[in-house]
């Protein structure tokens, strides 16, 4: 079972930035396929954005532009860089890894897909 660690949550005022980051355990870091998913207050898990082994990535209309995903497979460490952070992006984020298959070259963006889930980390941008 691969454990994955979630930091870099916190309070923000809306137009700063912050970033998150996800660390993970395991040999064949690098062959996993990574996302990213957030669960505001009251609602379901959405999904934010995604990176394929090879550095592709996909993100979900409302980010696009603002959110970066990335990867270190030397640091088995997936990051979310958030700029111009909104009040409607307030939630608790969490990394997933599809590892059972490794994903691939393939970017995935349903809940189901993946196997690993980390611990969540909450953002909080105010007004």
């Known amino acids: 079972q691969v454990q994955l660690v979630d930091t870099g949550g916190g309070l923000v005022q809306a137009g700063e930035s912050l970033r998150l980051s996800c660390a993970a355990s395991?040999?064949?870091?690098?062959?996993?396929?990574l996302g990213w998913f957030r669960q505001a207050p009251g609602k379901e898990r959405d999904f934010v954005a995604a990176?394929?082994?090879?550095?592709?990535?996909i993100y979900t209309d409302s980010v696009k532009g603002r959110f970066t995903i990335s990867r270190d497979n030397a640091k088995n460490t997936v990051y979310l860089q958030m700029t111009s952070l909104k009040p409607e992006d307030t939630a608790v984020y969490s990394c997933?890894?599809?590892?059972?298959?490794?994903?691939?070259?393939?970017?995935?963006?349903?809940?189901?897909?993946?196997?690993?889930w980390g611990q969540g980390t909450q953002v909080t941008v105010s007004s």
């Open positions: 997933a890894a599809k590892t059972k298959p490794a994903g691939g070259s393939y970017t995935y963006s349903r809940i189901y897909e993946y196997d690993s």
């Open positions: 990176i394929n082994r090879n550095g592709g990535s």
């Open positions: 395991g040999r064949t870091f690098s062959s996993y396929a």
